[in-house]
């Protein structure tokens, strides 16, 4: 089986998440070790480039600026035909079809829940061609994967709003960075204890939020840990948390710095409003830190394993006894959850879940 990926809309310099591409990465990764996979990938001048093991055809233009994307994304699939499947991880169809089956992961709606709900974040121009191109590849793929069952539902509702008849669509989830450290026994000390937010700018982020039921809880006289943040803030946030007894924030960490961070925190606290899976979540618990997160969202999907670290955002009391519930696990347990939660969602079983997807498109 040839399957051949399409990369050239992929410029992680330019994006707003590294997170589709961390997806791609890693699923290459696994996928180049199958007997009977050959994989290969189409790239541009400017985006991702795989491993060196998956063969590489470059378009000879970049795809960073719109003129190269449109160029790329509405007909430059069709330079090389000789795969016996597509695989778009981004889940952009382009306008002209290969003549071989296609497979989209679509990894979430939010697209089109900015368009909604923060409409002001980008011009009602970009918003209106996005939208165009999501609904325009739901109903052109063979075959969909998805990262959650609620990702699911989120894609069978737009479907069902927009008068979409869309292709099978598969839930594939996905792995996450560090599962070899899932199960091992950390216990949780030091001088300086903390509890963990990887601030965003992105509204559905809720860091705000956040900020505001921590301050309504201290207002109130509970004793809460110091709250580190990382990440970049909006200067209205960066404001906010100013103003919070207890909190630190510092600027964007990768790498070993990040996961030292979060294997150092009490519990990481994941208000997302929005998720199609949730890494940080995963991450977190293999790294032996629990979360705490927001009920509703696929986030409590991933943790099942953990039901108490759930809370309303509108609920400070809940957020209260959400991180109670975290702090209060012993690092035994924290290990057992994170072993389930390996079980479920490794990389080889992405890959499994993967390879079954387009077996089926094939048939």
């Known amino acids: 089986m040839h399957v051949r990926f399409y990369l050239a809309d992929q410029n992680p310099h330019r994006d707003r998440s590294m997170g589709i591409t961390v997806y791609t990465d890693d699923l290459l990764r696994e996928l180049a070790g199958r007997p009977g996979v050959e994989l290969s990938a189409l790239c541009s001048r400017s985006s991702y480039r795989p491993q060196a093991s998956v063969r590489q055809h470059t378009l000879p233009f970049a795809t960073d600026r719109m003129a190269g994307r449109l160029v790329a994304d509405h007909g430059a699939a069709l330079a090389a035909r000789h795969a016996d499947l597509w695989h778009f991880p981004k889940g952009h169809l382009p306008a002209i079809k290969p003549r071989r089956p296609c497979v989209g992961t679509i990894h979430d709606t939010i697209v089109l829940h900015y368009a909604e709900r923060y409409p002001e974040t980008r011009s009602a ?3 209106a061609y996005w939208r165009r191109v999501l609904l325009a590849s739901l109903s052109r793929f063979d075959r969909i994967c998805t990262v959650s069952e609620t990702a699911r539902g989120q894609i069978e509702a737009i479907c069902a709003r927009e008068d979409i008849d869309p292709p099978p669509i598969d839930v594939t989830y996905e792995g996450a960075r560090w599962e070899e450290h899932a199960g091992e026994v950390r216990e949780r000390s030091g001088d300086h204890p903390y509890v963990l937010h990887l601030g ?42 100013d103003a919070v007894p207890g909190v630190h924030v510092e600027g964007r960490a990768d790498g070993d710095a990040l996961q030292a961070i979060i294997a150092g925190a009490l519990a990481l606290l994941l208000p997302s409003e929005i998720e ?3 890494l940080p979540a995963l991450e977190a618990f293999y790294l032996g830190t629990p979360v705490v997160f927001t009920r509703g969202t696929a986030v409590q999907e991933v943790l099942s394993e953990f039901p108490a670290g759930a809370f309303e955002l509108s609920d400070a009391d809940g957020l209260r ?6 702090l209060a696990l012993p690092p035994a347990r924290v290990a057992e959850i994170a072993a389930a939660l390996r079980q479920r969602f490794s990389w080889a079983r992405c890959a499994d879940r993967t390879l079954e997807s387009y077996r089926a498109a094939l048939t």
């Open 200 to 241: 965003s700018a992105l509204p559905h982020k809720r860091t705000a939020t956040l900020l505001q039921r921590w301050r309504e809880l201290q207002r109130r006289g509970v004793e809460l840990p110091p709250l580190r943040i990382v990440g970049r803030l909006t200067p209205e946030c960066s404001t906010l948390a």
């Open 276 to 278: 199609g899976f949730g």
């Open 321 to 326: 006894d959400a991180v109670d519930a975290a």
């Open 125 to 127: 121009l970009a918003f």
